[in-house]
């Protein structure tokens, strides 16, 4: 018996979640970032943890962080120099790309720039056939002329990704050998080993993401691990991944591709447990924090994946939660473009200098710095107590937009707040779009630090009739380490026909794939729990372009029977496209596994039942929205209780979060805590 921490960092707080397994009680708090001193924040955290709630480092047996190091890393184009090796003749292999625009029907659509420029790509001799044939052997001395060239351009790290090396890997791995003999101050990553699919555009750009973020995600690793070690804590840390799971930090080092995700998709892990435990399978979940916002959609009570994420103006090919992202946390900064038109974000004060009213030495409007000149916040402690919002500080910042855009200073700031709104409203309908789904048919569920106080209005503007807000919704995103399970995922090209002739094939990758899945299991991650195999294949018609994923059944795949296969993925063909192909022959070009192990759970105690249906106001505020000033009830979220019920417009201020509920919804508590918001006829 011990206690379990899951810890997620953004751009303005640590957010720490504790399940206590002795006393089964969760516990949580909040700690200001610090860009200037990093590690400093964990080290306050873990001190906090041991002050407050008695958690000797020695006592925690589990330790799992999400971070946002690998995606802040691409955003930012702050990651490694890197150079490319590939096959001779195919150096330009990632300016083609795909040959399509980010936006199709812009006249002003540009593609992301390379993270590697054409001066750092070298052709190497050498040919491996699309059957895995060697048609020329490695040329060694064009790779040791093109290791002496990328040193002079004084790269940290080679990137290897020849032609059809997912098939045959062996002159990647002899390029690999040579580098490391050459200059073995220099990193090395395969293409083969990072993520060994076909295509050669998406397996390289993984491969250089993978390398991109490394010696970042290596070297904070590396500071979390001696922080822990140095603090007592003797458990090896467990970090998130893009694909909803957890892998040991050690094995993160090398694995960057697979965490780059890592913080966004522990906050929808977490909102979609959230979800469950509620009872509510058709949900939307909104997480805004300092920096952004970001949508993602759990159908029948399981989180959406997919292949081609977008992070920044880069895909990422590699299995992970499906989410969207924009610019707009509570941190954002708004500001009058040349032309004297008002915009909100990407930029973010983040928590150093933080909003203006933080008073931390930010004197630049935020949303945040918004929502306190409307009177949303000033009257309470945010973040545990760690400060009180400053109003005057707020309007001041506010004062610097109003001026300009010839509008009062409340007027200004729920300017800020609906501009806000419109980036998240375009968000959200292009999400659904993607999957043909109507938002007035989910829930919406908001989190993060910012997610309450926006999520309602967003909803409202949305039409959406059933929104949910979690009992710690500023920390969902730490908690959703607490319950992601151990897992990884291993790919394998076929490009097998379903057909009875390639039962045995099959069968075979099938059982290769498991021999893997169970040795990472069991002695990378020393799990010792029920493996938990899942598969999956991209399928298509022969000739088709493009595949889609089909999920299969576990004695279908490991028996062969192609029959079963193919109507598995004629029936998934016909719910996307509404109509299939009988007669035609289905062909799996992918197969892949997720192999998992259960993680154990912590759970919410159930609230006390209320005295009384309504409960009662601390007091009242005075409160800008809808351009007007407004009176209107302050719940204190500690006070709730199951069963009460209140109608917005209101407030309910707790220790993470300020929740901003406008007129029109009626809420009630559930047993759990959460309070669920439904609009009135």
């Known amino acids: 018996m011990g206690h379990r921490v899951g810890v997620d960092i953004g751009g303005t707080f640590m957010d720490f979640c504790l399940w206590d397994d002795e006393r089964e009680e969760m516990h949580s708090l909040k700690v200001l970032t610090t860009p200037d001193r990093p590690g400093a924040e964990l080290l306050k955290g873990l001190s906090l943890l041991q002050e407050r709630y008695g958690v000797a480092p020695e006592s925690i047996t589990s330790f799992v962080h999400g971070t946002t190091v690998g995606i802040n890393t691409v955003i930012q184009r702050k990651g490694a120099k890197l150079a490319l090796l590939t096959t001779a003749e195919f150096e330009d292999v990632i300016e083609l790309a795909r040959l399509r625009m980010p936006e199709a029907y812009s006249l002003f659509s540009r593609r992301g720039a390379p993270l590697v420029p054409r001066d750092r790509i070298f052709g190497v001799g050498g040919r491996v056939l699309a059957n895995g044939e060697i048609e020329a052997p490695l040329d060694e001395a064009?790779?040791?002329?093109?290791?002496?060239?990328?040193?002079?351009?004084?790269?940290?790290?080679?990137?290897?990704?020849?032609?059809?090396?997912?098939?045959?890997?062996?002159?990647?791995?002899?390029?690999?050998?040579?580098?490391?003999?050459?200059?073995?101050?220099?990193?090395?990553?395969?293409?083969s080993e990072v993520w060994p699919v076909i295509?050669?555009?998406?397996?390289?750009?993984?491969?250089?993401?993978?390398?991109?973020?490394?010696?970042?995600?290596?070297?904070?690793?590396?500071?979390?691990?001696?922080?822990?070690?140095?603090?007592?804590?003797?458990v090896e840390p467990l970090i998130t991944k893009s694909n909803g799971g957890v892998m040991s930090a050690a094995l993160g080092r090398r694995n960057c591709v697979g965490m780059v995700l890592s913080g966004t998709a522990s906050g929808v892990m977490g909102a979609a447990w959230v979800a469950r435990e509620a009872g509510e399978c058709q949900v939307i979940t909104l997480d805004i924090g300092g920096t952004s916002a970001d949508i993602a959609l759990v159908v029948d009570g399981q989180p959406q994946f997919g292949v081609g994420e977008k992070i920044g103006d880069l895909p990422l090919y590699i299995p992970s939660v499906a989410v969207s992202s924009i610019g707009d946390g509570g941190g954002s900064i708004a500001w009058v473009d040349g032309y004297g038109v008002l915009k909100v974000g990407p930029e973010s004060a983040g928590s150093t200098p933080g909003p203006a009213c933080y008073g931390r030495g930010g004197t630049r409007p935020t949303i945040t710095d918004a929502f306190a000149v409307c009177g949303f916040l000033g009257q309470h402690d945010l973040a545990y107590g760690a400060f009180r919002p400053d109003v005057a500080l707020a309007r001041q910042a506010?004062?610097?937009?109003?001026?300009?855009?010839?509008?009062?200073?409340?007027?200004?700031?729920?300017?800020?707040?609906?501009?806000?709104?419109?980036?998240?409203?375009?968000?959200?309908?292009?999400?659904?779009?993607?999957?043909?789904?109507?938002?007035?048919?989910?829930?919406?569920?908001?989190?993060?630090?910012?997610?309450?106080?926006?999520?309602?209005?967003?909803?409202?503007?949305?039409?959406?009739?059933?929104?949910?807000?979690?009992?710690?919704?500023?920390?969902?995103?730490?908690?959703?380490?607490?319950?992601?399970?151990?897992?990884?995922?291993?790919?394998?090209?076929?490009?097998?026909?379903?057909?009875?002739?390639?039962?045995?094939?099959?069968?075979a990758e099938a059982e290769a794939l498991l021999a893997r899945g169970e040795d990472w299991l069991r002695n990378d991650q020393k799990f010792a729990g029920e493996a938990r195999p899942g598969w999956f294949a991209d399928m298509r018609y022969r000739g088709q372009s493009f595949e889609i994923e089909v999920p299969l059944d576990d004695?279908?795949?490991?028996?062969?029977?192609?029959?079963?296969?193919?109507?598995?993925?004629?029936?998934?063909?016909?719910?996307?496209?509404?109509?299939?192909?009988?007669?035609?022959?289905?062909?799996?070009?992918?197969?892949?596994?997720?192999?998992?192990?259960?993680?154990?759970?912590?759970?919410?105690?159930?609230?006390?039942?209320?005295?009384?249906?309504?409960?009662?106001?601390?007091?009242?505020?005075?409160?800008?929205?809808?351009?007007?000033?407004?009176?209107?009830?302050?719940?204190?979220?500690?006070?709730?209780?199951?069963?009460?019920?209140?109608?917005?417009?209101c407030v309910v201020a707790q220790d993470d979060t300020t929740a901003c509920i406008p007129p029109g919804f009626a809420a009630s508590v559930d047993r759990m805590g959460n309070i669920l918001l439904e609009a009135a006829e």
């Open 142 to 191: 064009s790779v040791l002329a093109a290791v002496e060239k990328a040193r002079a351009k004084g790269v940290e790290g080679i990137v290897i990704a020849f032609l059809n090396a997912y098939r045959n890997p062996a002159q990647e791995e002899a390029a690999a050998a040579i580098v490391a003999r050459a200059a073995p101050e220099l990193f090395v990553f395969r293409s």
């Open 199 to 234: 295509r050669e555009y998406e397996r390289t750009t993984t491969a250089l993401i993978n390398g991109y973020v490394h010696p970042k995600i290596r070297d904070y690793l590396d500071r979390l691990i001696e922080t822990l070690r140095g603090q007592g804590v003797t």
């Open 398 to 507: 506010i004062a610097t937009l109003a001026e300009p855009l010839g509008l009062g200073l409340e007027q200004a700031a729920e300017a800020i707040i609906r501009i806000a709104l419109s980036g998240m409203f375009v968000e959200v309908n292009k999400t659904v779009a993607r999957y043909g789904v109507d938002p007035r048919d989910f829930s919406l569920l908001t989190f993060g630090g910012a997610g309450p106080m926006l999520g309602c209005f967003l909803g409202r503007e949305l039409g959406m009739r059933r929104m949910l807000i979690p009992a710690r919704p500023g920390v969902v995103s730490a908690l959703g380490g607490l319950v992601a399970d151990v897992k990884n995922d291993f790919i394998r090209t076929l490009f097998a026909d379903a057909v009875p002739e390639a039962s045995e094939t099959l069968a």
């Open 555 to 649: 004695a279908d795949v490991r028996a062969g029977d192609m029959a079963l296969i193919a109507e598995a993925f004629h029936r998934a063909h016909e719910g996307i496209y509404a109509f299939c192909d009988r007669d035609s022959v289905a062909q799996i070009v992918n197969l892949r596994l997720v192999m998992s192990g259960a993680a154990q759970k912590p759970f919410l105690r159930p609230l006390p039942p209320a005295d009384a249906a309504p409960p009662t106001a601390e007091r009242n505020l005075r409160v800008f929205f809808d351009d007007a000033w407004q009176e209107v009830p302050l719940y204190a979220r500690a006070s709730l209780r199951a069963g009460h019920r209140f109608a917005g417009p």
